[in-house]
């Protein structure tokens, strides 16, 4: 989502957010890329539950998101031509976190 450039109004972004926070409210992972938002969208994003898994730059291809995933025990290697995106979801989840008997977070 990109407000203001995609058009959307402060309406239409609430809107937005809101369906953001439900979808984060029931468990779920979600990742947001939002550039120059209004200060009532950088205000819908809080501290509650949130935490960081993984900070820093992405590299060409998500070279280095993918190296910083990889190098830890258990985590499935990505398979050629797959999407980094889809891919760090399914490794990182919390079941996953369960299974390999780490926390993303504190790593």
């Not at 994003?45 to 900070?55: A, K, P, S």
């Not at 730059?57 to 258990?74: C, M, T």
């Given at each position: 989502?990109?407000?203001?450039?995609?058009?959307?109004?402060?309406?239409?972004?609430?809107?937005?957010?809101?369906?953001?926070?439900?979808?984060?409210?029931?468990?779920?992972?979600?990742?947001?890329?939002?550039?120059?938002?209004?200060?009532?969208?950088?205000?819908?994003?809080?501290?509650?539950?949130?935490?960081?898994?993984?900070?820093?730059?992405?590299?060409?291809?998500?070279?280095?998101?993918?190296?910083?995933?990889?190098?830890?025990?258990?985590?499935?290697?990505?398979?050629?031509?797959?999407?980094?995106a889809?891919?760090?979801?399914?490794?990182t989840?919390?079941?996953?976190?369960?299974?390999?008997?780490?926390?993303?977070?504190?790593?």
């Amino acid at each position: 989502m990109y407000e203001p450039t995609s058009g959307l109004d402060a309406r239409s972004a609430a809107i937005v957010m809101r369906t953001v926070r439900n979808t984060v409210d029931t468990g779920r992972t979600v990742v947001c890329t939002i550039n120059q938002p209004s200060i009532d969208i950088i205000e819908s994003f809080d501290e509650r539950g949130g935490q960081e898994i993984y900070v820093g730059p992405l590299g060409r291809n998500s070279n280095h998101v993918i190296k910083y995933f990889e190098a830890i025990d258990g985590v499935n290697k990505i398979k050629d031509g797959y999407n980094p995106a889809t891919w760090m979801l399914e490794v990182t989840t919390g079941a996953q976190e369960l299974a390999l008997g780490v926390d993303f977070a504190e790593i």
